[in-house]
Structure formats: C-alpha cells, structure tokens
C-alpha cells in the first residue's frame, strides 16, 4: 500500500468518507504545513518559509492528511541508531484541532507505522528495531492512542527554556581552557566525543556524512586546551528560536565546569545572533541548566514498541 501511495500523485482511500493519506506532492503541500506549524510550539513543525529545495527528503518522510480536498495535517517519520544498539524508527503528526476525536489520529498512526516498516526492511534482524514517538505532559489523548496501539512508556525528556528578558550571568570557562572558532576540520573529533559513549558505533560512515552535511560549524562553539578540543556546545537556530543541541566534553576533561560555561557561552552567541527565546532538550538532571536561568517548560514521554 505504501509503495502505491508513495508514487506521484496516488492516494490511497481510507475507511473515512473523504478522508485521505497520501505522500507529499512540493512546493504547494509546504504552504499548507506551514499553516499548521503556525499554531504549533514544537520547533520540530515544519517551518514557514522551508523550501522544498532545502528538504529534498519531504518526498520520503512526510504524509499529508486531506480531509474532502482539504490538507488538515501531516506526518513526518525519522530514523536513526541508538547509543545502546537499536534502531529507533520515530513518527510525529499534526493535526488541526477542530478534527480531533474523529479516529483521523488513528488512521495515520497507521499509515506512518506502515511507512516506518517499509523504512526499516533493510534490518535482517528486527530484535532491536523499535516503533516510537515523543508525547507531551498535556497530550493524554495521543497517550491513550500510542498505549492502545502497543507502545510502552520508556523515559522522560524535559524541554528547558530561557526567555529573553532573563539576564545572562558573563560567559566564562575555566582556567586553561579558551574559547576557539570552530571548523569543519573539528567534525571528526566533535563525532568522536557524540558517538563516545554508544554501545555501537555505525560503521558504513553514513551517520557521520549526515551530521556533517547538516553542520555549520559557525554554531559550534568549542573550549580548547593547548593540545587538546576538550568539549564543545552545537546549537542551531529554528523558526526564529535559538536551539542548544547539545553540549560534549571529552571525558579527561569532565567534572571540571566546562558544561556550564559552554552553555553560557551557547546561549550568548545565539543571542548576539537575535534570537530572542533558547531552547534545549535533556534526559538528566536540570539544576545546571537552572543556574544559567533555564526553566522547565514541557515534559515529553518517549513511548516505544518492538517493530517485529
């Protein structure tokens, strides 16, 4: 079914009169979803203004909702190694609001599934190839849907965020290390210090290709020894709003007070780039991101389920 859906202009029809699912068409289906992205907080909605030529992948990875003629939601999948082994094969929907509770979630959560699962074909063992999805605190009804449908709640992610009236204390590192422009030339050794800790590294390269073709070393920003790049904090900056996507310390040089100060130094250049509102995403404890003036604003719960 997906294949068919999938070539050019087909849709396939679901049991809902009027009610269709279907692959992504260009520039036209972009406006509609920045439409919707429009009402949406999540800074990973598609946003106004993309091209479709900056996103060659929207062929691949989004399905469109239409509801009698009308585009009324979209899908967007993902999919990637995780740092104990797996595979996870992510999906997000949106949804106008006004089309909640007429089974229209259902429906594509079955589409975007039977998607994932044409995605992931390639795996000759599918033990540790995992279905998921992020749920916010508020969104029970997605919950309720993802739980019905065979998914089991794992852990919870807390997205923090810094206003831009909150006074900034002055960026620092500690003594001995300084702050240095980045480059390309550092991709390999910033990929060392991500991949350090998985249980298994990728090894066809391919994952290392990706993250260098979406980089800009212009957004690192990087604390260095004499001899040694010893952390480095990435950030981007996504409709509009600044994004720490994460921050890296070599482990002979951890526990030293370098998290902090690369933060610092994170949050003042994506400032001094006029974002307004700092965003950032972390499984651990909170009380550092505090102390630079973060605040909690959302939970997430990554809900899993064997692909099988």
Avoid: C
Avoid at 31 to 55: F, K, R, V
Avoid at 95 to 120: C, F, K, N, P
Avoid at 183 to 196: L, Q, S
Avoid at 230 to 237: F, K, P, R
Wanted: proline residues 5%.
């Amino acid at each position: 079914m997906f294949k068919s859906l999938f070539n050019g202009n087909q849709r396939t029809e679901p049991p809902l009169p009027g009610l269709f699912v279907r692959g992504f068409r260009g520039e036209r289906d972009l406006h509609a979803m920045s439409a919707l992205a429009a009402g949406a907080t999540e800074i990973d909605a598609i946003p106004a203004g993309i091209s479709y030529a900056q996103n060659p992948n929207l062929d691949r990875d989004v399905l469109i909702v239409e509801l009698d003629g009308v585009i009324i939601g979209y899908g967007w999948v993902r999919w990637w190694p995780e740092p104990d082994g797996s595979w996870l094969y992510y999906h997000r929907g949106y949804l106008q609001e006004d089309v909640h509770g007429m089974g229209i979630g259902t429906y594509l959560l079955s589409q975007t599934e039977g998607r994932l699962r044409e995605l992931a074909a390639w795996h000759t063992d599918r033990s540790r190839v995992m279905l998921g999805a992020d749920v916010a605190s508020a969104a029970r009804p997605t919950a309720r849907l993802l739980t019905g449908h065979g998914y089991t709640p794992t852990h919870v992610t807390a997205e923090m965020t810094l206003q831009p009236e909150v006074h900034l204390p002055s960026a620092y590192l500690p003594g001995g290390f300084n702050v240095q422009p980045a480059t390309m030339a550092d991709a390999h050794t910033i990929w060392a210090m991500k991949t350090a800790g998985w249980h298994s590294r990728p090894t066809d390269g391919h994952l290392y290709r990706v993250f260098v073709q979406d980089s800009d070393p212009a957004m690192w920003i990087t604390a260095r020894t004499a001899d040694d790049l010893a952390g480095v904090v990435l950030t981007e900056i996504r409709r509009g709003i600044g994004l720490v996507t994460d921050i890296l310390v070599a482990e002979a040089y951890r526990g030293l007070g370098l998290e902090r100060g690369l933060l610092l130094h994170a949050v003042h250049h994506l400032r001094q780039r006029g974002t307004g509102e700092v965003r950032l995403f972390t499984e651990v404890e909170t009380t550092l991101h505090e102390t630079v003036g973060f605040r909690l604003r959302e939970t997430y719960t990554r809900y899993l389920k064997p692909m099988g």
